[in-house]
């Protein structure tokens, strides 16, 4: 047996499978060698050799067969990349229980990159298949095809993951490249804390990098002294071929009160929009992020939650989170059954909290004054409470966004969502955090 048996068998799996499943599971394998008994099969990552052995093995062996290979048994090997995949299992096990040692929380280092997001992690379909090319494209030449690259499409898409994904591959494969991950938020915050107090150095850390990554672009919308600057930081960086990647929740042309002569930056080089999920693909996310915690999965209750979440990947994890921690603390099995009674409930509101309790009984645990926490302060006592204020109306309530951001006395829907963010990944990471949402939970169900 040889390589071009294990590619004919791979090009027959294809036409019998779904293309989703393909690329998520076969895609990336390898043939190492044979010994006329055993076959070794390079995988790249536990995920997929667990599908592999488990799902497809009676598949695989007849093809191979068929084919012409002789052998008694196919034994997948993780290769190469099976330590980043690794780094990444161990970053979310230990963002579920931090109390444990420090060691592998999601690292977030001087870069702005989270390691959790990478390319092993990220499902590609047919919503986000070039976005995800541009990207491997980008760390394969920084700085010379698409410059810039600008995506844009819907909230919880997997824009941030895919942005950070080229950052985080250009870490590990060229090392050497200086790489500044950053939101538009804290461009805009670190431009004006360097007015407000005559800081130095604020041009030189932003045109010195070899890759700058900057996420939802739509937030410098309006603010066009940033914008200025921003326009100065582009032309010094695309002028050196250095690369320059962009995230937003719109194209160029429908952010408000974005600059003429930026609009048409951002159009020079590569504009990508990222679409919501099909249904083969919201299945296979599922599926590897259950199995990323060990968990496999019924196809029954994979399409179940597929068919419930279609728009949004976070709330499809969110959906799977919710029903393997249910099934963890109630000791059932994570089946349909499950899943179906969770979704009922969660659908509910709780009827004897509104909007105004929430925000009240927050503003009450931190001292904080109801004026204040819906009024313009952005002091870190105000902004903090009020960042969790929208995620309980978020956890609790269920409310929009839109709504959200109307209860804290924000036009801007997007700044909910943001808020909501850095609550949710706080109080993964936050002890601290993870105590207070409980202890104002309590007051609110008292
Ligand atoms: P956005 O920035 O577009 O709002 P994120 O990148 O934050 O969305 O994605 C939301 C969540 O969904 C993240 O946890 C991310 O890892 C996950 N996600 C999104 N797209 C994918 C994908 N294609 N494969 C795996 N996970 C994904
Ligand atoms: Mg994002």
Known sequence: MDEAVWQTTLGEIELTISRASFVTWFKNTRYLDSDGNTVKIGVPNIFAKQQLEVKFSDQINKTLKKNGAKFSEVVYVIDNKAAKIDEATDNVLHAKAPSRPAKGINKVNTTGLNSK???ETFIVGSGNELAYAACQAIVRSPGVKYNPLFVYGGVGLGKTHLVQAVGNALVEEKP????LYISSETFVNDFLDSIRYKKKGFADKYRSVDVLIIDDM???GGKEKTQEEFFHTFNALHQANKQIIISSDKPPKSIPTLSERLRSRFEWGMTIDIQAPDFETRCAILQVKANTQGIELDQETVEFLATHFQTNIRELEGALNQLL???EMRGVEPNLE???GILNGSRM???HVSARNVVEKTAKYFSVDMPDIV???RDREVVVPRQIAMYLLRSELHMSFPKVARELGRKDHTTAIHSVDKIEQAIATDSNVRQQ???IKEKLYA
């Open 349 to 351: 509101r709780p009827k």
């Open 338 to 340: 499950t899943a179906t």
């Open 117 to 119: 997001y990478n390319f």
């Open 437 to 439: 949402v409980n202890e």
């Open 176 to 179: 050497d490249t200086r790489i």
């Open 325 to 327: 921690a249910f099934s």
């Open 375 to 377: 009024g313009p302060k």
């Open 218 to 220: 739509q937030f410098i």
